[in-house]
C-alpha cells in the first residue's frame, strides 16, 4: 500500500495554484470572454483581494474563506488573460489586422527549408505588411510552400527575408468527421495562414534577420545533422538517429514511426524527459569532483542547467522536453542549495510556469503524455516494484525497469486510447528492450558529434553505431509484427476518458487509504462509464449517414449503415495509405463501423446509389447509362474530377436541389458549378472550402 507520509497539498502546495489557472485557460477557449469583460471581473477581484489582505486578526481567521476564494478567482482570470492575450488573432499588430489581397508581405522564415514530395515548406514570421507604400510592423506566422524546380529557393535559409504579393489562404480543417484539428494545432503556433510561391512570384531580400544565439543554435543543429548524415548508414538508420539525438523527424519513415507507436516506444524518437534525464545522469557522473565539494558545488549545478537548456533549445524546446528541463533546474537549484524538492512540487511548479508562458501547451499531446507519464511514475512505481523481490541484483534491475514501465502506462494509456486509438499490447517487451538500446545510441551519437573532428574515428564509430541503430529498428518491426501487437480503432470521447480518470483516481485513493466510500466511488464510475458506452454503441447500431470527404485530388465517400460501411471512390489504402489513415480510419473509429460488401436499404448501380430510400448520383466522367426520356427525381447529385457537366444540362433531366463537390475537381471548375447554381436557385456544397458533407438519413 502506498501510504504518503505528508498529505499533497503541503508537498507541492503549486497545486493549489495549478488548477484555478487550468480552469481560467479552459474557460476562456470554451466559453470566451471579451476585453472589456476580461478587464472588469480582473479588477474587481484583484481589489477584493487587495482589500481583504487589509484586514487583521480575528476578522481575517473567521472570514479566511473570502481570502481563499478571492485567491482561486484572480488565478483563475490570470489564466483567462494569458489565453486571451496569447491568442495571437487578439493582438493589435497582428497582420491578419491589416492585410488585403493587394498588399506586400515581408516575411522572415524561421526554419531552414524542410524537403516534400512536390514542395520545400518553412514556417514564417509576417515581419510587415506593405500597402499604398505604408509599412506596418505586425505579428503572425504562415506556412510557405516553395515550389520544388524554382532556383531561387537554394539561398534560402533561417533568417531570410521573403517578399511577395501574392492572396494568403486561410488554414482551414478538413471537416472530415473524427478528423485531427489542424486548424487549432496551426493557431495554437501562431500560425493562421498559408501561400505557395512559385518561380517569380517572390524576392529574396538581402537583409538577414534573427539573432546571433538564433542563428547559432540554427547552425549547431544543422552541423549535427550533417555529421548524422554522413556518418550514419542506412536512410531508416539515419531518420531515427536523428529524431533520437535532436528530435528532427522530417527524414524518418512514416512506416518507421506507426512501428515505435505500436509497439509503444515512440517515447524514444519524440524528444522527452528519457532524453534529458540520461544527459543528466551522464552529467552528474562526469561533474562528480565539482559536486563533491561545497565550494564549487553551485559550478556544477550551473554547467548542469547550461548543457541541460542548449539541449532542450536544440532539439526544438517542445513541451515535453520543456517540462523536464523546468523540473531539472528545481532539482538541481534544491541541490545547489542543499534543499530537497518534492517531486510533485517540481511538477506542479513546472506546470504553472510553462501554462503562464503558454497556454496552450495543455491541449499539447506531448505535454499531456509527458506530465501523465512522470506523476504515473512517481505514485505506482513503488506498490508495483513491491510485487516482486529477488536476491539477484540483476533481476531486480530488470524487474526495476519493468515496474517503470508498467507504473508509467497506467496514467498515459488512457491519453493513447483518446489521441491515438490504440494500446501498445505489446509495450512491456519492447520496452524492456529498445530503452536500455536508445541510451547507448544517444550516449554514441553524442561522442560521434565530438569524434566527427577526426574523420577516420568518426567513419568506423559511425558504422558501429549504424549497426545497432538497425538492430534496434529490427527489433521493433518485429515485436510489431506478432499477433496482437496493438489493439486498435478503440473509440473514447472525451468524457469517457475523464470518467476513466476519475475511476483511476478513486481506485489510488483507495490504495492509498482503503476506505469503503472511495472504493463505492470507483466501482460507481466505472458503472457510468460502461453504461455511457452501452448507449453510445446503441446509438451507433441505428445510424444511417452518407459523408462526402474533403481530401484534395481524391473522391471518396462512405455510406454508413449500422456498423458497417460501404465505400465508393479512390482507393486511398493503395494510392497513399498516410492520407487513408489520416482522413478515413479516424471517421470510420469514431463511427465504429466497419467495411461489408452490402448495407440494409442499400441498392449501388453506379453512377445512382438507392440509400434508406434516397437517389444519390455520383457523376465523375461521362458515365455510360441511358439519358431518361423525362426528368428523375434525384436527392444528391455529387460532381467529382473532370465530370464535364453544366449544372443547367444536368437541370433538364434531373430534378436536384442539392449539389456536392468534392476536393478532386479543378478549381475553375469548381468556381463554374457554384456560379450555375447561385444563379439557378440550388443548394451547394464544397467540401474544400465547407469541410466535409455529412447527412443523416
Known amino acids: 500500500m502506498l501510504q504518503p507520509v505528508i498529505p499533497i497539498w503541503k508537498q507541492a502546495p503549486f497545486i493549489r495554484l495549478l488548477i484555478p489557472l487550468i480552469c481560467g485557460i479552459v474557460l476562456q477557449w ?60 487578439h493582438q493589435q499588430n497582428w497582420f491578419g489586422r491589416w492585410y488585403n489581397d493587394s498588399s506586400f508581405v515581408i516575411a522572415v522564415l524561421k526554419e531552414p527549408l524542410i524537403e516534400k514530395d512536390k514542395s520545400f515548406k518553412a514556417v514564417a514570421d509576417i515581419y510587415a505588411v506593405s500597402d499604398n507604400n505604408h509599412v506596418i510592423r505586425t505579428a503572425g506566422r504562415i506556412i510557405i510552400y516553395f515550389r520544388k524546380d524554382s532556383s531561387m529557393v537554394a539561398p534560402l ?41 512559385r518561380e517569380g512570384e517572390f524576392t529574396i531580400s538581402a537583409v538577414q534577420t534573427g539573432s546571433a544565439f538564433s542563428h547559432g543554435l540554427q547552425k549547431s543543429r544543422k552541423r549535427i545533422l550533417e555529421i548524422l548524415r554522413r556518418y550514419i548508414h542506412g536512410r531508416r538508420e539515419a531518420g531515427v538517429a536523428e529524431a533520437l539525438l535532436i528530435g528532427y523527424r522530417d527524414d524518418i519513415d512514416r512506416d518507421m514511426v506507426q512501428a515505435y507507436a505500436n509497439t509503444g516506444v515512440i ?106 507519464a512522470v506523476l504515473s511514475i512517481v505514485i505506482f512505481l513503488r506498490p508495483v516494484s513491491n510485487w516482486f523481490y529477488s536476491r539477484y541484483k540483476i533481476v531486480n534491475k530488470i524487474w526495476k525497469l519493468i515496474s517503470v514501465t508498467i507504473a508509467a502506462q497506467i496514467l498515459t494509456i488512457p491519453l493513447s486510447v483518446y489521441h491515438f486509438h490504440q494500446i501498445p499490447n505489446l509495450f512491456l517487451m519492447s520496452n524492456l528492450i529498445i530503452v536500455p538500446v536508445s541510451g547507448f545510441v544517444l550516449y554514441g551519437e553524442l561522442l560521434l558529434v565530438l569524434l566527427s573532428v577526426f574523420p577516420v574515428a568518426a567513419a568506423l564509430f559511425g558504422r558501429f553505431l549504424s549497426g545497432l541503430l538497425h538492430a534496434m529498428n529490427e527489433v521493433v518491426i518485429y515485436i ?54 452501452l448507449v453510445d454503441f446503441a446509438i451507433r447500431q441505428n445510424q444511417t449517414r452518407i459523408i462526402v470527404y474533403n481530401i484534395p485530388r481524391y473522391s471518396a465517400v462512405d455510406f454508413i449503415a449500422g456498423s458497417s460501411y460501404y465505400f465508393t471512390g479512390d482507393s486511398l489504402r493503395e494510392a497513399d495509405p498516410f492520407l487513408h ?22 441498392y449501388p448501380n453506379a453512377p445512382f446509389f438507392y440509400f434508406n430510400r434516397h437517389r444519390i448520383l455520383l457523376l465523375d466522367t461521362i458515365p455510360h447509362w441511358t439519358v431518361p426520356g423525362e426528368p428523375l427525381n434525384v436527392d444528391i ?61
Open 581 to 602: 489513415n489520416f482522413h478515413l480510419t479516424p471517421s470510420r473509429i469514431s463511427h465504429r463501423v466497419s467495411p461489408a460488401p452490402q448495407l440494409p436499404h442499400f
Open 637 to 697: 447529385i455529387i460532381l467529382s474530377k473532370n465530370a464535364d457537366f453544366q449544372i443547367s444540362h444536368l437541370q433538364q433531366f434531373f430534378r436536384c436541389r442539392q449539389y456536392v463537390f468534392d476536393a478532386s475537381s479543378p478549381a475553375w471548375k469548381i468556381r463554374q458549378w457554384k456560379n450555375e447554381c447561385d444563379s439557378l436557385h440550388l443548394r451547394r456544397h464544397f467540401v474544400g472550402e465547407e469541410g466535409a458533407f455529412v447527412l443523416d438519413l
Open 157 to 197: 535559409d533561417f533568417g531570410s527575408t521573403v517578399i511577395f504579393r501574392k492572396r494568403l489562404q486561410v488554414i482551414r480543417n478538413t471537416g472530415n468527421p473524427g478528423a485531427f484539428d489542424y486548424q487549432r494545432y496551426c493557431l495554437f503556433q501562431g500560425i493562421t495562414h498559408q501561400v505557395y510561391l
Open 267 to 372: 517515447h524514444v524518437i519524440a524528444i522527452s524527459g528519457m532524453h534529458l534525464a540520461m544527459i543528466y545522469g551522464l552529467l552528474v557522473v562526469l561533474l562528480k569532483p565539482l559536486r563533491r565539494r561545497q565550494n564549487t558545488k553551485w559550478i556544477a549545478g550551473l554547467l548542469i542547467l547550461l548543457v541541460l537548456w542548449l539541449f532542450t533549445l536544440l532539439s526544438g524546446a517542445g513541451p515535453s522536453i520543456l517540462r523536464s528541463a523546468v523540473m531539472f533546474s528545481f532539482i538541481v537549484a534544491g541541490e545547489s542549495m542543499r534543499k530537497k524538492v518534492s517531486v510533485y512540487h517540481s511538477l506542479s511548479a513546472s506546470a504553472f510556469f510553462l501554462l503562464c508562458w503558454n497556454p496552450f501547451f495543455l491541449w499539447d499531446v506531448g505535454f499531456q503524455l509527458s506530465y501523465a
Open 30 to 89: 470554451y466559453f470566451p470572454l471579451s476585453k472589456t469583460a476580461i478587464f472588469t471581473v480582473t479588477g474587481f477581484c484583484v481589489l477584493l483581494f487587495l482589500l481583504f489582505t487589509g484586514f487583521r486578526g480575528y476578522f481575517l481567521f473567521r472570514h479566511k474563506w473570502v481570502f481563499g476564494l478571492s485567491a482561486m478567482l484572480t488565478l483563475l482570470l490570470l489564466g483567462v488573460v494569458i489565453t486571451h492575450k496569447t491568442n495571437i488573432t
Open 480 to 533: 510489431n509484427g506478432l499477433p496482437y501487437a496493438v489493439s486498435d480503432q478503440i473509440s473514447f470521447s472525451l468524457l469517457q476518458t475523464t470518467l476513466l480518470y476519475v475511476f483511476i483516481i478513486f481506485l489510488c485513493a483507495w490504495l492509498m487509504k482503503p476506505r469503503k466510500p472511495l472504493l463505492l466511488y470507483a466501482f460507481a464510475t466505472m458503472f457510468a462509464l460502461m453504461f455511457y458506452r
